[in-house]
């Protein structure tokens, strides 16, 4: 991510919001839970039922389920998927930078998918 945002400066901006992330990610990034245990509000996990999906995760996701990402290969809604991703631009609030800017890129890599 560090290469991708130094490859492309205009990313993220305004330029303290680049230095935020920056800053955040050259700390070091190894892993992020998209579970938690300490509240029971969230989505349920299935094989664990101590853990709840944090609901921004689920929220990011729909980015790309909204326009067809995981639809079957050849349908209407993968064709969608192909014509409308990756997203010209990414436009967030301030308050939720690291999830936009950070965790959401990172799950678009993770899948192997372009970023915004």
Do not use: C
Not at 46 to 74: C, H, I, R
């Amino acid at each position: 991510m560090i290469e991708h945002y130094e490859a492309h400066p205009n990313a993220v901006r305004p330029q303290s919001a680049y230095n935020e992330v920056m800053a955040f990610l050259r700390k070091g990034l190894v892993d992020i839970s998209m579970s938690r245990s300490s509240v029971d509000w969230g989505i349920p996990l299935t094989w664990d039922s101590k853990q709840v999906v944090y609901v921004w995760f689920d929220a990011l996701l729909n980015y790309a389920t909204a326009v067809g990402y995981g639809s079957e290969p050849g349908s209407a809604d993968a064709a969608q998927y192909a014509t409308t991703w990756p997203a010209d631009v990414h436009l967030v609030g301030k308050d939720i930078l690291r999830f936009h800017a950070v965790y959401w890129p990172a799950m678009l890599l993770a899948a192997d998918q372009p970023l915004p």
